[in-house]
């Protein structure tokens, strides 16, 4: 399988910036697609931004401007950096990777998540 970490969260003040990082490790086969969900309290999960291996990017509406997403091919990670952060980007951030992974010698297609980190920004 594949586990994905994630690192960066915290509280910030309105306006500020916050990094988040995730690391993907396990039985890794091949990653297509790295991306940011984020979901707040009462409501649904909401992709944040996403990144292919050839480099094209997704952003939500409600970030673009704000937000860069970066991947590194070769080390199976992925960035977000927000800058301009509003009380209405606080959520629970979640990795997410879809791919494939290597099980009892057979690759198998994968859609995986990491636990998440909080993002709580202060007006």
């Known amino acids: 399988q594949v586990q994905l970490v994630e690192s960066g969260g915290g509280l910030v003040q309105a306006g500020g910036s916050l990094r988040l990082s995730c690391a993907a490790s396990?039985?890794?086969?091949?990653?297509?697609?790295m991306g940011w969900y984020r979901q707040a309290p009462g409501k649904q999960r909401e992709l944040v931004a996403d990144?292919?291996?050839?480099?094209?990017?997704n952003y939500a509406d409600s970030v673009k401007g704000r937000v860069t997403i970066s991947r590194d091919n070769a080390k199976n990670t992925v960035a977000l950096q927000m800058n301009s952060l509003k009380p209405e980007d606080t959520a629970v951030y979640y990795c997410?990777?879809?791919?494939?992974?290597?099980?009892?010698?057979?690759?198998?297609?994968?859609?995986?998540w990491g636990q998440g980190t909080q993002v709580t920004v202060s007006s």
């Open positions: 990144i292919r291996s050839g480099g094209s990017t």
């Open positions: 997410n990777a879809q791919g494939a992974h290597i099980s009892s010698g057979t690759v198998n297609l994968g859609n995986y």
């Open positions: 396990g039985s890794v086969f091949s990653i297509n697609v």
